[in-house]
């Protein structure tokens, strides 16, 4: 059981370590407004071999050092919101294009039978009625029937109730929709490669949460890394240098590909590039991740 510390004692903690503290008061004013928890998390590739218990820092190590690479990374999730939002309309809109089209545009997005389910977990036609349920949203109240529950979603139309759902049911409507055969529909509607499809807007949902819930993408190893197609891969290395499979330049060279090809907007990578230069300490973190286990004294 760790004792909760004050900003000060925190500050003391990382200075006995080995951390250089230049300016106390910044170092102060940084960790009341950012959580000394995920600080350190940011801090362990500067130890020595935590995964030891040794928290002890390399020599020379400062505080300013790892809070640039935490200022970064918080710099780096806020420039992949807004292609990843873009990506994410545009599924909607070709999932709802697809499926009117097709299948029509009530009732049978939101049936069972419509949806090919593996496993144990939420049936997808349950996740897609409980997303439109919860939602107090205009355009989803006035074409349903408030006491009805899901039977009361008949006059409901596809383009409606898919602005309703979250990127994660999204995701699983395309990957089961049709008897599997949706995502290749619209993969081909967004002009987009089949190959890998559903895979790979699994990552980019992957990658959305983590970024809207802040989590650390410097030395950060993608658990759901989808298959982002070779050629892919290839053009971005000749652009940007090699890089790991499920680091996030992967992920983000795959975003990269959905933006362009489906006309939703302008490659990132480039522009990450530009700001965090090929060598340094934070662009090492993104293209070959590790963890505490990798590296010691």
Known sequence: ??????????IALLASRGLIVDDVPVARDFLRVNNYYRFSGYARPFQNAPHLG???????????????????????????VQSLTRVELMLRTHFARVVADDHGPYRSFLEQRFYTDVGPGEPTAAGCVRDVLRSRD??????????AGAAGLARLPVWSAVEAWSFGTLSKAIERGAGGTLADDVAASAG???????????????????????????????????PTPNNVRSKAK????QFEPRSVIDVVASLDDFVVRSGAGSAVLGAIVERHAQGTLFWDGLVRPQGSRDHTA
């Open 192 to 226: 987009v490669a089949k190959a890998g499809f559903a895979s790979r807007i699994r990552t980019l949902v992957y990658l959305r949460n983590r970024c809207a819930h802040h989590g650390r993408l410097w030395h950060h190893s993608v658990l759901d890394a989808g």
């Open 54 to 80: 040794d928290d002890s820092f390399r020599l020379g190590t400062t505080f300013h050092q790892v809070s640039d690479v935490y200022d970064a990374d918080d710099r780096l999730r806020s420039s992949l």
């Open 138 to 147: 205009r355009h989803i109240l006035r074409h349903r029937d408030l006491d």
């Open 1 to 10: 059981m760790k004792p909760s510390l004050s900003v000060s004692e925190q």
């Open 238 to 241: 000749r652009s940007v240098g």
